[in-house]
């Protein structure tokens, strides 16, 4: 899922993201509470009508947003309060309003509010995101469900095995539509997070959608797979594209480096995007040193591509009984 932090993804235009192979865009309850507010999206008919995007919307909870506020935030046993990063006024997230919210805005996929613990963290701070989780969750699940919005639950649990495995039976407990593997990318080691990844998905179920929150490089996505992840959100490839930084089958390329001023050759020789097909390396990183917007525009398009490319080879991969080729001969090309 490309990220559409407030209703946007960045440079992009819905009939982009269609030519770019997206089949789900996220967005940002926190954002979207904050700016324009819930009437403004009801008004308009709804999340999908007001950004023009037809197909999917997956909205996160805004939990993790909030908790990264730290100091701006008070967390209590029924939700949490915090003061916006706009303008300091106040605001409250429940495990009820959250919910309301997303279903009112028409998102497709939305996530429970859970409680995010920032690593390293000690046992008993894990422990009591994990209790409270489950008991939003529990609160979340009592509410009347409203059609075409999917409830997805988050576990925790840090890189506690058995907080972990706690979480994790819990939520299932619940039978829940999806699951989402959450409090990871918060400061551990990668190989930690691999392992999270794969025992918690482990103890998910293998018929629902597994989502592994905030992941997005090439060498992190192929790690996760393996693990048996399904579904993946990040900033990642659209940050990159407007920085200069292309995503490609050779590895990342930064378009700022002097070699690439004249470089006429077509900027990922395995990929058949829009950008790749019509414009030169060297044209390319001509917008970027000229600071033209159609820089931006044009990388963000060709990462957003790959990375849906990526995704739908290794789904021709799995079904077709190869990955563990697949895998092998990615990660060794693209040390993103
Ligand atoms: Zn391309």
Redesign the pocket.
């Known amino acids: 899922m490309p990220v559409g932090t407030a209703a946007t993804v960045k440079g992009l235009t819905p009939a982009d993201l269609r030519g770019a192979q997206t089949q789900i865009v996220l967005a940002n309850t926190y954002h979207l509470w904050l700016r324009p507010g819930r009437e403004t999206i009801e008004t308009a008919g709804g999340i999908h009508r007001f950004m023009g995007w037809d197909r999917p919307i997956l909205t996160d909870s805004g939990g993790f947003q909030v908790f990264s506020l730290e100091s701006r935030r008070r967390l209590d046993d029924d939700g949490v309060t915090f003061a916006s990063h706009l303008d300091g006024s106040e605001h409250r997230f429940t495990p009820e309003n959250i919910v309301e919210f997303q279903q009112a805005i028409g998102s497709d996929v939305a996530m429970l509010l859970d409680v995010c613990v920032k690593l390293p963290a000690t046992r008993e701070e894990i422990a009591k995101a994990v209790h409270l989780t489950t008991a939003w969750a529990r609160r979340s699940a009592a509410l009347p469900s409203k059609a075409g919005t999917l409830l997805f639950a988050i576990a925790q649990g840090g890189l506690d095995a058995k907080l972990r495995e706690r979480s994790a039976r819990e939520l299932v407990e619940l039978d829940f539509p999806g699951y989402a593997i959450g409090g990871l990318s918060v400061g551990e080691s990668r190989e930690e997070m691999y392992a999270t990844a794969r025992a918690t998905a482990a103890l998910l179920p293998e018929d629902k959608p597994r989502y592994l929150m905030g992941v997005g490089t090439v060498t992190d996505l192929v790690a996760s797979i393996d693990g048996g992840c399904d579904l993946f959100d990040c900033v990642y490839p659209t940050r990159c594209g407007r920085n200069g930084r292309a995503m490609t089958h050779g590895g990342e390329l930064n378009l700022f480096n002097a070699a690439f001023t004249r470089d006429y050759d077509r ?2 020789e395995l ?1 058949d ?1 829009y ?2 097909a019509n414009f030169s390396r060297a044209y390319l990183a001509h917008l970027f040193r000229a600071k033209e917007m159609l820089g931006p525009r044009l990388l963000s398009y ?1 990462n957003v ?2 990375v849906n490319d990526l995704m739908r080879e290794a789904r021709a991969a799995i079904d077709a009984g190869r990955w563990r080729n697949y895998a092998a001969r990615d990660s060794n090309c693209s040390p993103c």
């Open positions: 900027l990922d990929c995007c950008t790749c060709h591509y790959f």
